[in-house]
Nanobody, 126 residues
């Protein structure tokens, strides 16, 4: 069974940092593009970052570019989201997704992903 389990969320002050982790099991990790999305209360799930499984290409939402970094450790079968200079508007539940399919839109669409984790809450206080 494929499982994606997010961790590392919590409460942090604005300007601080957090690193989210997504532990993956049940799939060939190196063959999957991994992505991070987030969803704030009353809003739709939005793209944050993605790491393509071929070519080493990464993609970021404009709102987080320069502050967040996606990375992956194939040995630990884990994808990370390093979040720096956090803002109150970063408050959301963060979800990890995985897909083995090619994307026509830089993996920015939720429909591109086959598997999802349960999410981890990130709260940024001002």
């Amino acid at each position: 069974q494929v499982q994606l389990v997010e961790s590392g969320g919590g409460l942090v002050q604005a300007g601080g940092s957090l690193r989210l982790s997504c532990a993956v099991s049940g799939l060939t990790f190196s063959s999957y593009t991994m992505g991070w999305f987030r969803q704030a209360p009353g809003k739709e799930r939005e793209f944050v970052a993605a790491s393509r499984w071929i070519g080493g290409r990464t993609y970021y939402a404009d709102s987080v570019k320069g502050r967040f970094t996606i990375s992956r450790d194939n040995a630990k079968i884990t994808v990370y989201l390093q979040m720096n200079s956090l803002k109150s508007e970063d408050t959301a539940v963060y979800y990890c997704g995985a897909t083995a399919r090619a994307s026509n839109n830089e993996y920015r669409i939720t429909g591109d992903y086959t598997y999802w984790g349960q999410g981890t809450q990130v709260t940024v206080s001002s």
